[in-house]
T-cell receptor
Framework: QQQVKQSPQSLIVQKGGISIINCAYE??????FPWYQQFPGKGPALLIA?????SEKKEGRFTISFNKSAKQFSLHIMDSQPGDSATYFC????????????FGKGTHLIIQP | NAGVMQNPRHLVRRRGQEARLRCSPM?????VYWYRQLPEEGLKFMVY????????ESGMPKERFSAEFPKEGPSILRIQQVVRGDSAAYFC?????????????FGPGTRLLVL
């Protein structure tokens, strides 16, 4: 059972455009939602994270939107650049649990110059 | 300021051999997580360890896999009698506390290929 569903699987955006990646979760016990960026041959690196008590968080060109009632959250990359081309993973974790992060399957993002 | 280190970066084993993957957490971190990533898949949690203790191993296969994090030295993920299905990238992550939202910092991974 996949607890975090991520879409799309791949995404091509023109330079300067907005990249949007969506995730939906099932476990209502999740209470922390980070996004990770992974380049080929590297480990994931934390990009931005949000807690369910806020509906939006912005850091530079990256924004997370969170809809608690719909159990959905999304990553928006404004003014997308070729250097943003990578695989993006949404994740979730339960503060009261003892296991690790639950990841989505990832989105391959390509920014065309 | 070294990040999380993993070695080897690439490991080739034949079926039936043992694989040992090592992870040195960031300086000051005493919490280690191991994840497995299959091709075109997200990372799957395997085990969470603190020094000398396994906190949660709910994602670990019941047989052939074991993990430890001794008082001194790196954390070790051990896979006995490897099979082709074990071929994957194995990542460890470390954090500084058991606060659940504490950022996990990932290493570069070990890519295991079983022939």
């Amino acid at each position: 059972q996949q607890q975090v569903k991520q879409s799309p699987q791949s995404l091509i955006v023109q330079k300067g455009g907005i990249s949007i990646i969506n995730c939906a979760y099932e476990n209502t016990a999740f209470d922390y939602f980070p996004w990770y960026q992974q380049f080929p041959g590297k480990g994931p690196a934390l990009l931005i994270a949000i807690r369910p008590d806020v509906s939006e968080k912005k850091e530079g060109r990256f924004t997370i939107s969170f809809n608690k009632s719909a159990k959905q959250f999304s990553l928006h990359i404004m003014d997308s650049q070729p250097g943003d081309s990578a695989t993006y993973f949404c994740a979730a974790i339960n503060e009261g649990g003892a296991d690790g992060l639950t990841f989505g399957k990832g989105t391959h993002l390509i920014i065309q110059p | 300021n070294a990040g999380v280190m993993q070695n080897p970066r690439h490991l080739v084993r034949r079926r039936g051999q043992e694989a040992r993957l090592r992870c040195s957490p960031m300086k000051g971190h005493s919490h280690v997580y191991w994840y497995r990533q299959l091709p075109e898949e997200g990372l799957k949690f395997m085990v969470y360890l603190q020094k000398e203790n396994i906190i949660d191993e709910s994602g670990m296969p019941k047989e052939r896999f074991s993990a430890e994090f001794p008082k001194e030295g790196p954390s070790i993920l051990r896979i006995q009698q490897v099979v082709r299905g074990d071929s994957a990238a194995y990542f460890c992550a470390s954090s500084s506390s058991d606060v659940r939202e504490e950022t996990q910092y990932f290493g570069p991974g070990t890519r295991l290929l079983v022939l």
